[in-house]
């Protein structure tokens, strides 16, 4: 089945120490997001690619970056972590070809992420 | 902001009843769409609706839209203790492929 994956499922590491959280799809699709969700919150945008092109939301801090290799993968590195960016990670797909407003987004099954 | 509002914040139902939730945005838009969110889990779509259209059903989901007033209801008949999760719904952004959530509503159905 065509899916989202993303690895590991939950992420343990130290304040300060570099970490990174992948997202692989199936879909073949051309815009791939992560969103950050904090405890009874609904995802904040982070940044999304529509093919290669990165597109940053005006509030994300420089500490979180990412990477798209290839059409499948996409990375997301937070360069520092500190106590505040404990969240869980959710990566998603969308189909940007068919043009006009955007319709479903396809969720992976998150990274929930632990800083000590 | 064209963030959607929702309420109630939380909801809690017997097993066999049903559940309403209701969502508010503020500017125009193309369509509006609900997800699912099981806990600890990514978000699942469930039901878009364009805004042509006034009510939208899916099986035990039925959905309207009122462009007049700007809002949305989700209605889950004969609810499962399944249905547990939070609610979310999610308007497209006007230019780019973004979408903007609401807060969300959590939905506890007692078995």
């Known amino acids: 089945d065509a899916m989202v994956i993303q690895n590991p499922r939950y992420q343990v590491t130290q304040f300060g120490k570099p970490v990174t959280l992948s997202c692989s799809q199936t879909l073949n699709h051309n815009v791939m997001y992560w969103y950050q969700q904090k405890s009874s919150q609904a995802p904040k945008l982070l940044f999304h690619y529509y093919d290669k092109d990165f597109n940053n939301e005006a509030d994300t801090p420089d500490n979180f970056q990412s990477r798209r290799p290839n059409t499948s993968f996409c990375f997301l590195d937070i360069r520092s972590p500190g106590l505040g960016d404990a969240a869980m990670y959710l990566c998603?797909?969308?189909?940007?070809?068919?043009?006009?407003?955007?319709?479903?987004?396809?969720f992976g099954p998150g990274t929930r992420l632990l800083v000590l | 902001s064209q963030q959607g509002e929702e309420d109630p914040q939380a909801l809690s139902i017997q097993e066999g009843e049903n559940a309403t939730m209701n969502c508010s945005y503020k500017t125009s838009i193309n369509n509006l769409q609900w997800y699912r969110q099981n806990s600890g889990r990514g978000l699942v779509h469930l039901i878009l609706i364009r805004s042509n259209e006034r009510e939208k059903h899916s099986g035990r989901l039925r959905v309207t839209l009122d462009t007049s007033k700007k809002s949305s209801s989700l209605l889950i008949t004969a609810s499962r203790a399944a249905d547990t999760a939070s609610y979310f719904c999610?308007?497209?952004?006007?230019?780019?492929?973004?979408?903007?959530f609401g807060a969300g509503t959590i939905l506890r159905v007692k078995s």
């Open positions: 999610a308007t497209p952004m006007e230019y780019g492929n973004k979408l903007v």
């Open positions: 998603a797909t969308s189909d940007g070809t068919s043009g006009g407003a955007l319709e479903t987004q396809y």
